[in-house]
Structure formats: structure tokens, C-alpha cells
């Protein structure tokens, strides 16, 4: 229309224009990534998409990352005390105070934390039986389809149980007493032990498991790890290195197991269907 603006206005209007933009781009994309695709597998892409989002700000929410609001003043008012934390719960920089409850925290993770103190092994057990049965189901409804395999829904979510948390549990104590720190030659040093020297122990025992539940000989057993146990080290060498850094650098003892489950949902989906593969 016609009149004049000052430069501030203007630029105040080309920075929202440029924003709103930038909201709209992703959707605008993925419209155009899958406009050409099936119907179902265009569903299934959203719905997996929306998982990830949501796990996304669930994680973020659990270990303290919030929206900036600079734009917003304080209201001054006092953290509530948890009666369920100790002072001593976390000594972790990525997780919230674990003195205090904050608006937006995970529901439970006061009651999760006082597990963790007070029953960590069972408390970890349980984190890992989550993780890997999450992983399966993705794994099922997003790339295998067919039919739902509840033998081998329960097969792994049972493994996650019985040796993922509880080997995690001795194996990261063992491992934090003896390399302490967390300098970059400890972190290092930590990532080197877990990969070149837990992970091919752990992945041994996955693929063993797993014969023995179906009934395989020891000698189908010993074919299928000769088989299968390079690939799968190599698909852990290209994930956890970096996440094992964050995890030794940042995150306290007792919480790396969920965190590792955190991460290690998708990675699930991967072991599944290679232990599962024919």
C-alpha cells in the first residue's frame, strides 16, 4: 500500500516473513519427498517421523534442554524441593537439578531416580526391557510389516531384561573404576575398551541367545556369529563411538544405561532384524 515505513519496521517484517518461512520449508519438503509414494508407506513415514519427534522432546525435556525465552521475564519463584531426590542423585551437566522438580520434567523421573538409587540393577534391567522392546516394535510395524512376531517381540524385550541392563550395570561400574575421569584420554580411552573389546563379547552373546531360544545346534549357532558378528560391529562402530564419547564425557554412572536405551532404540531396530535375518 502506499506509505512510508521506518527501517526498523521493515526489517522487523522481512525477519518474520524469513521465519515463517523457514517453519514452513520442512513441510513443504517432505510434501514434495512424498507426494510420488504409496499411501501406506507415505503413513507409516509420518507416523515413524512423529515418534521421533515426540521421543525427541521427551529426551530433551528429561535431560534439561528448554526453548530459550529470553523474551520473558522471571517471576522470581522458588524451585519445589522433591522429597523422592537426594542431593547427591545426579552429577550430570545434561540432566536437570536433581534437587528440584521443574515444570516440563519427564513424569516419573523423580520416582526413576529414587529406583536408580535404590535398586539400580532391577531399575536398569527394566530401562533396557523398554528399550528393546520399543526398538522390535519399530522395527516390525516400520521395515519388516507383515504380521506382528510376538515370539520375537518377547524374545528380545526378555534379552534387553536379562543381560543388556544387568551386563551394563557391572560392565560401566567396572569400567568407570578403572578409568576415572572424564579428560579426553579417559573418554577415550573408555570408547576403545567398549568397542573393540565389550561389543564384539555383547554381540556374541545377542546371536547366541537367540539360537539357543529357537532351537538352533551350537554348530548353526557358531555359523550364524562367523556370519553376522563383523557387520554388526560395524554397524556399532559407526553409531556409538560418538554417542559413548557424549556418554563417558557428560553423563553420570548410574545414568548411562538410559541413556544409551535412549539412543539406543533405533539401533534396536537394527539388531533385530539382523539377529532375526535367515
Known amino acids: 500500500h ?9 526489517a522487523n517484517l522481512v525477519q518474520t516473513a524469513d521465519g515463517r518461512f523457514r517453519q514452513l520449508t520442512p513441510f513443504l519438503s517432505s510434501v514434495a519427498i512424498t507426494k510420488d509414494l504409496p499411501y501406506d508407506l507415505t503413513m507409516k513415514t509420518m507416523k515413524l517421523t512423529t515418534i521421533l519427534v515426540a521421543s525427541s522432546l521427551l529426551a530433551a525435556s528429561a535431560f534439561g534442554v528448554t526453548p530459550s ?18 542431593d547427591s542423585a545426579s552429577v550430570s551437566p545434561l540432566f536437570r537439578d536433581a534437587t528440584t522438580t521443574r515444570g516440563g520434567a519427564v513424569p516419573g523421573w523423580a520416582w526413576y531416580n529414587k529406583e536408580l538409587d535404590e535398586h ?3 531399575a536398569k534391567a527394566c530401562t533396557s526391557l523398554v528399550g528393546w522392546a520399543l526398538g522390535d516394535v519399530l522395527a516390525q510395524v516400520f521395515i519388516s510389516g507383515g504380521p506382528f512376531d510376538w515370539k520375537r517381540f518377547i524374545t528380545l524385550s526378555i534379552f534387553g531384561f536379562i543381560y543388556h541392563g544387568p551386563s551394563g550395570h557391572f560392565f560401566y561400574n567396572w ?5 576415572p575421569g572424564t579428560d579426553g584420554k579417559s573418554v577415550a580411552t573408555k570408547v576403545a575398551i567398549d568397542q573393540l573389546i ?7 552373546v545377542f546371536f547366541t541367545y537367540l539360537g539357543l531360544v529357537n532351537g538352533d545346534s551350537f554348530v548353526a549357532i557358531g555359523d550364524k556369529i562367523k556370519a553376522d558378528l563383523l557387520t554388526a560391529c560395524q554397524g556399532s562402530w559407526k553409531v556409538w563411538p560418538i554417542v559413548h564419547a557424549v556418554n563417558f564425557k557428560f553423563i553420570s554412572n548410574k545414568h548411562r544405561l538410559v541413556f544409551i536405551n535412549s ?16
Not at 502506499?2 to 521493515?10: M, P, Q, R, S
Not at 569400567?175 to 578409568?179: A, I
Open 2 to 10: 502506499k506509505g512510508v515505513i521506518d527501517v526498523e519496521t521493515y
Open 69 to 86: 525465552r529470553s523474551g520473558l521475564k522471571k517471576t522470581g519463584s522458588a524451585a519445589i524441593t522433591s522429597p523422592l531426590r537426594k
Open 120 to 122: 539400580p540393577l532391577t
Open 175 to 179: 569400567l568407570d573404576s578403572k578409568v
Open 198 to 204: 565389550w561389543c564384539p563379547i555383547f554381540m556374541t
Open 263 to 278: 539412543v539406543q532404540v533405533a539401533f534396536n531396530m537394527f539388531l533385530s532384524l539382523i539377529g532375526t535375518k535367515k
